[in-house]
């Protein structure tokens, strides 16, 4: 199985102009995507990585990093678009792809090699994504969360097969014995998505040429257009244990958030 690794990394953002090349603690939020991904690389044998970007700019910070990179048009409407208009210019052909987005500082890489072990362990999946069983006490702090701001956090219900049911902004499922849940198991039985996607480069071929679907709307959420269109969506459980959460970061404050969470836990990789 031949697979890569690409970051899409556009420049233009709102709240956070220059988003890549923004210094977390000292190193720019790329070169901490780089890492993650070349760090999986390692792990996962011959898995190649790329930076998908729309900006000559990013473009010099990857050479001066050691990480290849292409230029793609500033008018992808997604990262899964700028993606495959990367793979779309390489000369190898890639089995699996998987989209680490730029803005991701703190993945741990270990989600990525599960990630690419599913691939490997069973042929017929087309789209790979994890998710994070919460604890009781995460999920309480997921509900606290969802009071201030109330589309923070995705949840994922899955079949016993591990393959997706259905994702949504709302906290699923509801439990209608949860006190006596709480007193049999120490984790709770919702699990949380971790906004990454491994496609086949088939089934990312296919996405892209998709209608966006009805709930996919309503929720905003781009992994219902999948279910909408009856295409699976393997989850793959992973643990932080105990490194820092966290998911994109967009804005000043997140910045903030994300070196208060290097300060606490560490760095997630040392040289």
Not at 195 to 208: D, H, I, S
Not at 229 to 244: K, P, Q, W
Request: with cysteine.
């Amino acid at each position: 199985m031949r697979a890569i690794v690409i970051i899409p990394a556009r420049y233009g953002s709102t709240r956070l102009p220059g988003k890549p090349l923004t210094l977390i603690a000292g190193q720019t939020m790329l070169s901490r995507v780089s890492a993650i991904a070349r760090a999986a690389a390692r792990d996962s044998g011959d898995i190649d990585v790329l930076v998908a970007t729309d900006d000559p700019r990013i473009g010099a910070h990857c050479e001066a990093i050691g990480t290849p990179w292409v230029m793609t048009p500033a008018s992808c409407p997604s990262g899964t678009d700028r993606a495959l208009a990367a793979l779309r210019q390489l000369p190898c052909v890639y089995d699996v792809v998987i989209n680490l987005q730029g803005d991701a500082p703190l993945t741990p890489p270990d989600f990525v090699t599960a990630m690419l072990r599913a691939f490997k362990a069973d042929r017929a999946i087309e789209v790979v994504t994890p998710a994070v069983r919460l604890s009781w006490p995460e999920l309480d702090g997921l509900r606290a969360q969802k009071h201030k701001t109330p589309f923070s956090g995705t949840c994922v219900v899955v079949d016993p097969n591990g393959n997706a049911r259905w994702f949504s902004k709302q906290i699923i499922p509801a439990m209608r014995n949860e006190a006596a849940l709480r007193r049999q198991e120490a984790m709770s039985p919702v699990l949380r998505h971790v906004g990454l996607y491994g496609y086949t480069r088939k089934m990312l071929e296919t996405y892209v040429t998709l209608p966006a679907g009805h709930y996919e709307q309503l929720e905003g959420l781009e992994q219902l257009r999948l279910l909408e269109h009856s295409y699976g969506i393997r989850v793959v459980e992973v643990d932080y244990r105990g490194r820092a959460a966290m998911s994109g970061v967009d804005s000043p404050e997140d910045v903030a958030r994300a070196e208060a969470l290097i300060a606490r836990h560490g760095e997630l990789l040392s040289d």
